[in-house]
């Protein structure tokens, strides 16, 4: 089952994700994240830190809601940092509130923890193990499995409380009865589907769906009455929630035969105390051991905002503690056997050469050129290197090197333009000159970059973008200083407050249309000069013709008159 999601959409291509997931099992494909499942921990920093809120979370609640209308009968396990999320003034008050949505009855899940920590106890009496890591944090045992496979000796065998209690429930109630868990602990979902003990809890909430919940129903915890839970008082075992909680009630329970003890909070933490481990610096110790700083109270889900896991830890401690002469009995005797496994994904690691050929493509030709600046979310070049070879990212997350080639590509594109191009402050101070307009104003970039515009060209125009805001497209504008036309586009750039002015060197093509037009001017001059003669020629012709015609008919009336007369006179 996959709990933790993805919104392709809302993914931005930030990395935050892999930044902070502490075992990087996020892969990075077509520039978007995904979660690892069989290599994540479920630690829900992913969740809590994306800031485009991409990621989702699986819930049940709608499978329990129907549970609830198909009339079974449904319990909750509800777990003891409870008191420390919803605002009330008795514990009782969110036994209440949870019958009033349709709960069969609500159980503190710290019975449960009664039999882990005498588990625990037994085991420390035992002597056999060196160390002694609780398993009551489904993220740790899920952390060891996965990445510290040859730890699994040392992890308590023992269910966690959740388990325990789901296991009492359905034993003093009924088998068949429906047990929900509600809680601040996202890798709990994947707890209770594990094959290992799928059958004990049917569902799980966490406090933020069940606060919004008791919202949508008009449900205030603090307004309800005070009900009894359904199971007795779980005295010091209500402290598990909080840094300390367990060795203090192994400590309630009795002498711990001699071990020493030690509280780890937080993921990164846990992973050095597992280094420390495997190097054997750690002996004959309890170890209580918690994903989240601080212990459950500051749980992913926790329905309160960071800042409030002190004031949580004050008000678990004060409940436990009120009732905590004792330390509870445990009359019943729920299997609490567990075996962990080696799940680790044993992938090959690519050799030396391979590594040193995928950071030559990001630039990284020497140790020397790698900078470890973690903007991809790994701590060093080498180990993205490797998540490249292991298809969890992509070359292009490296940031320095994508900056270097787009500045590089730009740069080019500037330098290589056969326009001329100048970028200038709203001060008229150029801030950029390429190499066409080196070649056109007959001065290097370096001396024009000390210069202002308007001791190149006139500026008016580069003024009116800058007063309005509006560019200026295609205006022809000759330079007689520099004997140019030029056709040019200048653009305001509001977000750098800059004008970019792109002028394009037409001055051939301006030279080319007025030798077209001057050899049309010359050649209509002798079409008319031709046309002219012709005219005087045909005129000239015409006049001869008109003689001739006038002397030919004279004398050819003559002769006719002869031939009629025969010489008569006409």
């Known amino acids: 089952m996959s709990i933790l999601g993805l919104k392709k959409a809302n993914c931005k291509n930030c990395y935050k994700c892999v930044k902070v997931c502490p075992v990087k099992s996020i892969k990075v494909e077509n520039e978007q994240a995904k979660i690892i499942d069989s290599a994540c921990i479920l630690c829900g920093r992913c969740l809590a830190e994306c800031p485009q809120n991409a990621k989702t979370l699986t819930s049940e609640l709608d499978k329990v ?144 769906e069940v606060e919004t919940w008791l919202k949508e129903e008009n449900i205030c915890v603090n307004e309800c009455e005070e009900a009894s839970f359904l199971n007795a008082s779980s005295k010091i075992l209500r402290m598990y929630p909080v840094t300390d909680g367990i060795i203090a009630s192994l400590q309630a329970r009795g002498d711990i035969n001699g071990y020493r003890t030690m509280s780890v909070d937080g993921v990164q933490e846990c992973q050095d105390l597992f280094a420390a481990m495997r190097r054997g610096e750690v002996h004959h110790c309890v170890i209580e051991i918690n994903a989240c700083k601080g212990g459950c109270v500051n749980g992913p889900v926790k329905a309160k905002d960071e800042a409030s896991r002190f004031a949580s830890r004050l008000k678990v401690e004060q409940y436990a503690k009120s009732d905590a002469d004792c330390y509870p009995a445990t009359p019943e005797k729920p299997a609490m056997h567990k075996k962990f496994f080696d799940r680790s994904s044993h992938e090959q690691l690519p050799d030396e050469a391979t590594i040193r050929s995928i950071l030559a493509k990001i630039g990284k030709e020497s140790p020397e050129q790698e900078l470890n600046c973690g903007a991809c979310g790994y701590a060093s070049c080498r180990e993205k290197a490797i998540a490249v070879y292991l298809n969890r990212a992509e070359l292009t997350m490296c940031m320095p090197y994508m900056k270097e080639r787009a500045e590089s590509l730009s740069n080019y594109v500037l330098s290589e333009t056969p326009n001329i191009t100048i970028l200038v402050d709203r001060d008229l101070n150029i801030i950029e000159f390429n190499k066409a307009a080196e070649a056109c104003f007959g001065i290097t970039r370096r001396e024009a970059l000390e210069k202002g515009l308007f001791e190149l060209i006139d500026v008016s125009d580069f003024q009116f973008v800058f007063e309005t805001g509006q560019s200026i497209t295609d205006k022809k504008v000759h330079y007689r200083e520099y004997n140019i036309t030029t056709l040019q586009t200048i653009i305001y750039i509001a977000q750098e407050d800059i004008a970019m002015g792109i002028f394009k060197d037409i001055t051939a093509e301006e030279k080319e249309i007025e030798n077209r037009y001057n050899l ?23 006049s001869l013709l008109g003689e001739t015609t006038a002397e030919t008919k004279v004398t050819l009336t003559k002769l006719k008159n002869m031939i009629v007369f025969d010489g008569e006179d006409a």
């Open 65 to 208: 809601k129907e549970m609830l209308r198909s009339g079974e009968k449904v319990v909750v396990s509800l777990a003891p940092s409870f008191i420390g999320s919803f605002n009330m003034e008795k514990p009782g008050q969110m036994v209440t509130a949870l019958k009033k949505l349709g709960f069969y009855g609500v159980g503190e899940t710290s019975e449960g923890a009664a039999y882990v920590t005498e588990e625990y106890y037994q085991l420390l009496m035992q002597g056999r193990m060196d160390n002694l890591v609780t398993t009551c944090c489904p993220t740790v045992n899920r952390l060891v499995e996965c990445y510290y496979p040859d730890l699994i000796d040392q992890l308590a065998p023992v269910v966690s409380p959740m388990i325990a209690h789901a296991r009492l429930l359905k034993k003093s109630l009924d088998a068949k009865v429906r047990v929900v868990f509600i809680g601040p602990c996202i890798s709990k979902m994947d707890e209770a589907s594990d094959i290992r003990h799928d059958t004990d809890v049917d569902a799980v909430l966490n406090f933020d």
């Open 520 to 542: 049309r001017v010359e050649t209509m001059e002798m079409a008319q000069k031709v046309i002219d003669k012709q005219m005087v020629a045909a005129q000239q012709i015409a």
